[in-house]
């Protein structure tokens, strides 16, 4: 597995990055082939610790985890980062085998996060990705594994817009750009 480490607000000690390397290799068994991990950490307010996990599959699958140690252990923000993981991989086993082996379409890691500050409306980030061909199935559970809310892509039957999102009261729906 292929690691790229970021650090907000603290400097990385070579002993916490051993440690995640070595946590999150665990993971590698569910890969087929090398997938790229991007490790964020950060220290906000009252020494809370936060580790923000991504992991691109070499088809382009992303799994991401954010959680954080409010009494400032940094290992214990990676172990919860990857035991979210875990339990998301397990979870979706079946689904993600099919997706996994297939040679689907899906969207890859966003370039980047630009920033931009606006005085009416306050846009705080802006991201930007490729919007790939999938089923329907497959945004919901390429959602799912993100841990989103919606999800933007392009359905491959229809070649139009969409996205699927959470409703509140349990399901999934569907918005279609006409």
């Known amino acids: 597995m292929k690691f790229t480490f970021t650090c907000k607000k ?3 000690n070579d002993s916490i990055k051993e440690y995640a390397e070595k946590k999150i290799s665990k993971l590698d068994r569910f890969f087929a082939q090398e997938a790229d991990a991007f490790v964020t950490f950060a220290v906000e307010k009252k020494n ?5 996990l ?10 991401r985890a954010q959680t954080e140690d409010p009494d400032g252990d940094m290992r214990g923000a990676i172990d919860a980062a990857v035991s979210f993981i875990d339990r ?3 979870k979706n086993k079946t ?3 099919k997706n ?7 969207p890859t890691v966003p370039a980047e996060f630009d920033v931009a500050e606006d005085v009416e409306f306050n846009v705080v980030r802006t991201k930007s990705f490729a919007v790939e061909p999938m089923s329907i199935d497959e945004a919901i559970l390429q959602m799912n594994l993100l841990d989103h809310n919606f999800y933007l892509f392009r ?9 699927v999102y959470q409703r509140n009261n349990g399901g999934y729906g569907l918005i279609v750009a006409e």
């Open 10 to 12: 603290i400097s990385l």
């Open 95 to 97: 689904r993600l085998a």
């Open 54 to 63: 991504t992991i691109r599959a070499a088809n382009g699958t992303l799994f």
């Open 155 to 163: 359905n491959k039957d229809t070649e139009k817009i969409c996205v």
């Open 48 to 52: 809370r610790c936060v580790v923000e």
């Open 88 to 90: 998301r991989i397990r």
């Open 100 to 106: 996994l082996r297939a040679e689907a379409l899906t």
